[in-house]
């Protein structure tokens, strides 16, 4: 029996059946304590955007280490990576001139996000305005204001209630944002919460103008757009840096974290658009919010090297290509009985929703039978969101994997 307790599992079939135990990873492929190979359908948890094994980011981090872990970038401090960092992430914001806060991850960021949206409110004389929105399926962290936010029922189960100011919508539909303007009155609401595309909740892309609606509505009637980019951001959307950008969101804030620095070490972002950082930035106003770990050193040296990899090997350009070669590869399973549909076509993601969710677990281990490391999402999808450098022969044999697994 092992000690780790392991997160959003079964403890007593862990126990059971063992932990399935990744030892070493290389470009779109981990290993286990075996040496077997697996084709990583997932990139870790959506975050290995550049691939496992860069020894690159590792020895910047290590020379970083040598230097100074980290320090504090609370008060007046600062630590040059870290400044270096925000500069770099301000140039490719969706919105110029936005400001960047650094969180220790994405859950961090989406807390960080819903707490400034208030606070916004509050410092320019619209305190009522409080009630925090997200949508059915949706999934922002395991903070609590992230899983009050989530469409995920049971993440919220057996909590209570967690944060009465959060409302929940149709993932699909901009009028159910209309309506619950109706019933509680624009006046009210601090800020409505969007995944681009919905990824832990079971990889559903955004209907066509989907979007570009609910980014309508929030201008009309005085709502904050907080695109959550945790998953999305760094190229996951495909030959853009984020889904903001190529659908011209133009978001209040933006949570981001995962490909920041593709999992190498820990860290998350908000980008704060300048409208809403100016209350802050006059002088005599404290935002009483940071986190220890946040701006940490070593891996804002992390996300430096990172960004310089997906620029200098054009992986944004790469996960284009991943986008027409998922959809291509893996849309003919739809035809097979125990798939319902595939979901593909936007970006590098793409999810195979099996017909009986209950087949889900089972499945995972039939998959990784055939050499492919993947996961259930939402209700029995199973996750595809490989490293930007998987070749189209691996999708190749992933599809194939797949077609062995379903039988």
């Avoid at 681009?196 to 509505?217: C, F, K, N, S």
């Avoid at 999810?351 to 259930?376: C, H, I, N, T, Y």
């Amino acid at each position: 029996m092992s000690a780790l307790w392991h997160g959003f599992a079964d403890m007593g079939a862990v126990e059971r059946d063992g932990a399935f135990v990744i030892a070493r990873g290389e470009g779109a492929y981990v290993y286990d304590q075996s040496g077997a190979r697996y084709l990583d359908a997932t990139a870790g948890l959506w975050f290995a955007n550049v691939g496992h094994g860069r020894a690159e980011i590792a020895d910047a981090v290590a020379a970083q280490l040598r230097e100074i872990a980290h320090y504090s970038n609370f008060g007046d401090l600062a630590e040059p990576p870290t400044r270096e960092l925000a500069e770099r992430l301000a140039a490719i914001a969706p919105v110029p001139g936005s400001k960047i806060f650094f969180t220790s991850g994405g859950s961090d960021a989406i807390d960080t996000a819903a707490k400034l949206a208030r606070r916004y409110w509050h410092q320019v004389g619209r305190p009522e305005k409080t009630i925090v929105v997200g949508r059915e399926r949706a999934y922002h962290g395991m903070h609590v204001a992230g899983t009050a936010l989530a469409g995920l029922p049971l993440n919220r189960e057996g909590y209570g209630e967690l944060m009465p100011d959060a409302r929940t919508v149709a993932w699909d539909d901009a009028k159910a944002l209309l309506a619950l303007i109706e019933e509680v009155g624009a006046e009210h609401i601090a800020a409505f919460f969007c995944e681009p595309i919905i990824g832990a909740g079971g990889v559903y892309l955004p209907p066509e103008g989907y979007l570009g609606e609910v980014r309508h509505i929030c201008d009309e009637y005085e709502i904050l757009f907080v695109a959550d980019e945790v998953v999305t951001g760094f190229g996951r959307i495909g030959g853009s840096w984020f889904a903001s950008s190529r659908f011209d969101l133009r978001p209040d804030l933006m949570t981001t974290a995962k490909g920041l620095t593709s999992g190498y070490l820990p860290m998350g972002a908000v980008f704060v658009a300048p409208e809403l950082a100016e209350p802050f930035f006059g002088g005599g106003v404290w935002w009483r919010h940071g986190y220890t770990y946040g701006g940490h050193a070593a891996s804002a040296v992390a996300a430096l090297v990172n960004l310089d990899i997906l620029e200098r090997e054009n992986l944004l350009a790469e996960a284009a290509r991943l986008e027409r070669t998922l959809h291509e590869k893996l849309a003919p399973l739809a035809e097979h009985p125990r798939v319902a549909e595939v979901r593909s076509g936007l970006g590098a993601v793409a999810a195979v929703q099996l017909a009986d969710p209950s087949e889900a677990p089972a499945f995972v281990k039939e998959l990784r039978a055939q050499g492919v490391s993947s996961r259930a999402a939402g209700q029995g999808a199973m996750q595809v969101s490989p490293p930007f450098v998987m070749t189209d022969a691996q999708v190749d044999d992933l599809a194939a994997a797949f077609t062995r697994a379903l039988g």
